[in-house]
């Protein structure tokens, strides 16, 4: 039996069902409209960026260091900037862009000779994402879909995949399961390559995220935490990321509108992890 073709099957009908379920509790609530509005006056004073569900206009330039997986000495530094932008009729649709610069050292061998050291632009994303259900009195409160692509746009063979990929996702919004200010939002999301350059390997994976977010004091501080499992099919191997973040408003310490700070540690479980321990600080704008 192949236990990951399992896992992603039934996870992916899980959030399907799930989804569909919700969805169609839509046309019983006749209470729906006013609880929407109410959640979505809600989101307009939270600038914190964490809210998956709140479409607003971010910015955010982010550096992380990554101590890699490898036998001797493995270092990766990426900065990236990330631009989000609402658009459609009513900002029923959210664009995000990231585009990423990246140095990257690697022994892996450990005979103290860098097999790798290159630096430049890496691999850009584009994701389009949309809510088609959000009702706030509903247990399961949202259900969001999207597609990211994946561009082969890396300078250098070691800072890219070499490959053009999509990524479909959904995942479910659980709104305030940990008192107000909070959610939890697991999701599954499924990559392939469509076109690789000669002698590059084939991407197929996929990523079960367990995102859980809860904002304190008004949202001016929050903390996450963000297991995402990975799950790839080409290689037959596994491995988890954990993340955790806690951030802060800055509004009030510098006068500004929307501006915060956060720091994410992150950490590879399983043999296969791409880097042991990673570290990520970044400044960020929403308005």
């Known amino acids: 039996m192949n236990i990951k073709a399992t896992i992603f099957k039934a996870v992916l009908a899980g959030l399907l069902i799930i989804g569909w379920m919700s969805t169609s509790a839509l046309a019983q609530d006749n209470t729906k409209g006013a609880a929407d509005e109410a959640y979505k006056a809600e989101m307009k004073k939270d600038k914190t960026g964490t809210n998956p569900l709140n479409f607003t206009f971010d910015v955010r330039l982010i550096n992380e260091y990554q101590w890699l997986n490898t036998d001797g000495d ?34 892996f061998n450990d005979d103290g000779i860098d097999d790798v050291n290159e630096s430049g632009f890496g691999d850009t994303d584009i994701r389009f994402m949309t809510i088609p259900y959000l009702n706030p009195k509903n247990f399961i409160g949202a259900a969001a879909v999207g597609a990211e692509f994946f561009l082969n746009t890396a300078t250098e063979d070691a800072l890219g995949s070499g490959a053009f990929s999509v990524g479909p996702f959904v995942f479910l919004g659980i709104l305030n399961p940990f008192g107000p200010g909070s959610i939890f939002a697991p999701g599954y999301q499924h990559i392939f ?20 977010i809860k904002t304190f004091g008004a949202n001016q501080f929050w903390g996450y935490l963000d297991p995402q499992i990975v799950l790839d099919y080409e290689n037959d191997i596994e491995f988890m990321l954990v993340e955790v973040q806690v951030g802060m408003m800055m509004d009030k310490l510098i006068g500004t ?28 704008v929403v308005w």
């Open 74 to 107: 493995g270092y990766q530094d990426v900065i990236t900037l990330d631009y989000r932008v609402p658009f459609g009729k009513n900002n029923k649709w959210q664009l995000r862009i990231k585009a990423r610069g990246a140095s990257l050292e690697a022994d």
């Open 193 to 212: 390559s469509i076109d690789e350059e000669e002698g590059r390997s084939r991407v197929h994976r996929g990523v079960i995220d367990l995102y859980a």
């Open 257 to 284: 509108n929307g501006h915060s700070i956060y720091i994410l540690p992150s950490f590879g479980v399983g043999a296969y992890r791409p880097y042991d321990v990673s570290l990520e600080v970044a400044y960020k």
